[in-house]
């Protein structure tokens, strides 16, 4: 009988694809037709959020806020008074949110965005300048904020019990600065950013944030963290690193399936996730955290923050010059992926290198625009196919992964 790879080694690539998807009902996996690039703002936008399953926010440069009341598909400029750089904004309800950044800026706003009022968080320039970088809330009373003191030089946790109209400080010591904060109840809480010797750190409260404890450490910057249920956490950094914990933070699992930076990780429900980075990076899972596949826009631009609307699963990405990536639906791209084996590919775009993980057996074969075979290769469950400019030289590739489990995916890789 002819096996599936037989038939991608022998039909045109047309036929083979064709064929293939026919047969097994795949789906492009990949998903790059599914995002759509909106310029939102003629700045580089930094932090974003969904108020409601339509509403959204984000906020970047020069004090720059937009909105959108579509689910990201058009956007407006609100007028956030002030002209200092925005990291993050994050919404409680339709009306209440709070934005935040450089300077120490902290603004809240009960009316939707359309007036924002700022808030003395106490902090203030010092050796180097204050900052924000992430906001978490449950309830729309009591928020806190993570980010950098200067005249401590240090990291901080701030917290508000009125709903952002007044703030008090928590100094993290032995950080640099802390990136974000998340909480799994009132008590129980992580906090992670770098640490004052250069690595990446870690930090857990139990106590609703009044004090902060060391809980993990690493060689390298922490940049993002979801907490997923009271159980899981996962928390993505530089050189592509993963942090997973299934016990609540007692023990800490390392992975690094890629080289590109990851500066931001969200959860739409226990098991459908992102992370995005630099070089364009988009990766999704469905299985809560343990397992991730690439879901790239195709671009090279450093995605900066991510958010996903409750329900529909809508996923929007801040990029470089005011753009904001807007893929359909989350939920759609992961289920998509139980069709065939677990795939990672990145950086794509690839410069000098790219490395494809598989987590089931599989043949993976490269065709040029052509369709002409230009690399056919089979690799073992978890194994890697390393792909260099000796390899596949400056164009536009298709490729097709068929796992020995059945299914099949195909994507495309673009060589600069």
């Not at 950080?175 to 906090?191: K, P, V, W």
């Not at 959860?267 to 990076?281: L, R, S, Y």
């Not at 999704?284 to 529909?312: C, E, F, K, R, V």
């Amino acid at each position: 009988m002819t096996s599936i790879h037989d038939i991608i080694r022998t039909l045109p690539i047309a036929a083979a694809i064709t064929m293939l998807l026919t047969a097994f009902g795949a789906k492009e996996l990949r998903a790059q037709q599914n995002w759509a690039e909106v310029q939102a703002a003629g700045s580089k936008l930094q932090g974003i959020c969904f108020a409601t399953a339509t509403n959204a926010y984000a906020v970047g440069e020069n004090g720059a806020i937009v909105a959108s009341t579509d689910g990201g598909t058009t956007w407006t400029a609100l007028n956030s008074g002030v002209i200092n750089n925005l990291w993050t904004v994050r919404f409680s309800s339709a009306t209440m949110g709070v934005a935040a950044g450089d300077s120490g800026t902290v603004l809240t706003t009960a009316d939707g965005g359309i007036t924002w009022t700022r808030r003395n968080s106490g902090l203030q320039r010092g050796a180097f300048d204050s900052f924000v970088f992430g906001l978490y809330t449950r309830d729309g009373r009591t928020w806190y904020a993570a980010g950098g003191d200067g005249q401590a030089g240090a990291g901080v946790i701030l917290r508000s019990a009125d709903g952002g109209i007044t703030w008090g400080k928590t100094p993290i010591t032995g950080s640099f600065f802390m990136d974000r904060c998340d909480f799994a109840d009132e008590a129980t809480g992580f906090a992670v950013g770098l640490s004052a010797t250069g690595g990446g750190l870690i930090m857990r409260t139990t106590d609703g944030g009044t004090t902060w404890k060391p809980n993990h450490a690493s060689s390298a910057l922490v940049a993002g963290l979801h907490v997923v249920d009271a159980a899981t956490v996962v928390a993505v950094g530089s050189n592509g690193m993963f942090y997973r914990t299934t016990d609540g933070g007692t023990t800490w699992s390392e992975s690094s399936p890629g080289s590109s930076n990851l500066v931001d990780v969200e959860f739409m429900d226990a098991m459908n996730g992102i992370a995005t980075g630099d070089n364009g990076t988009v990766i999704a899972t469905n299985d809560g955290g343990a397992h991730w596949h690439d879901l790239s826009p195709g671009n090279t631009q450093l995605l900066s923050d991510a958010a996903i609307a409750p329900g529909s699963g809508t996923v929007l990405v801040t990029g470089d010059h005011g753009s904001i990536f807007r893929h359909a639906s989350i939920a759609a791209s992961v289920e998509q992926s139980a069709i065939a084996a677990q795939v990672f590919l990145a950086p794509n775009p690839m410069t000098t290198s790219a490395t494809l993980r598989t987590s089931a057996a599989a043949r993976i074969t490269f065709f040029d625009m052509m369709g002409r075979t230009v690399l056919s290769r089979e690799t073992a469950a978890g194994g890697l196919l390393t792909l260099d400019r000796t390899v596949l030289t400056a164009g536009r590739y298709l490729y097709v992964v068929v796992p020995e489990q059945g299914g099949v995916m195909h994507g495309t890789l673009v060589v600069q």
